[in-house]
Nanobody
Framework: QVQLVESGGGLVQAGGSLRLSCAAS????????MGWYRQAPGNEREWVAG???????RYADSVKGRFTISRDNAKNTMYLQMNSLKPEDTGVYYC?????????WGQGTQVTVSS
């Protein structure tokens, strides 16, 4: 069983930056698929970015060039650096760890971008 805890959310003006962290209670393996989703009020959960393995990184088109995902397996932590934030980036951000037979989710952290 793995527990994920997100932190780093908050209120920021448009154009600002935030850095989200996702700390895992257990060890992160280089083969683990990890990433971030977000959910805005009234919307479905939307995939934002992911690392299917430690060396592969993918982004949703809506955040490409503005967000950077990274992971430190030694610290069992994943990060999402969010720059040039827009009001449409507002939502609850969830991290996940996918080991195929099990998928783990964090409790979410709120990001609010004011215009």
């Amino acid at each position: 069983q793995v527990q994920l805890v997100e932190s780093g959310g908050g209120l920021v003006q448009a154009g600002g930056s935030l850095r989200l962290s996702c700390a895992a209670s257990g060890s992160i393996r280089s083969i683990d698929s990890m990433g971030w989703y977000r959910q805005a009020p009234g919307n479905e959960r939307e995939w934002v970015a992911g690392t299917p393995s430690g060396d592969i990184i993918r982004y949703a088109d809506s955040v490409k060039g503005r967000f950077t995902i990274s992971r430190d397996n030694a610290k069992n932590t994943m990060y999402l650096q969010m720059n040039s934030l827009k009001p449409e980036d507002t939502g609850v951000y969830y991290c996940y760890l996918d080991r195929h037979i099990s998928v783990y989710w964090g409790q979410g952290t709120q990001v609010t971008v004011s215009s």
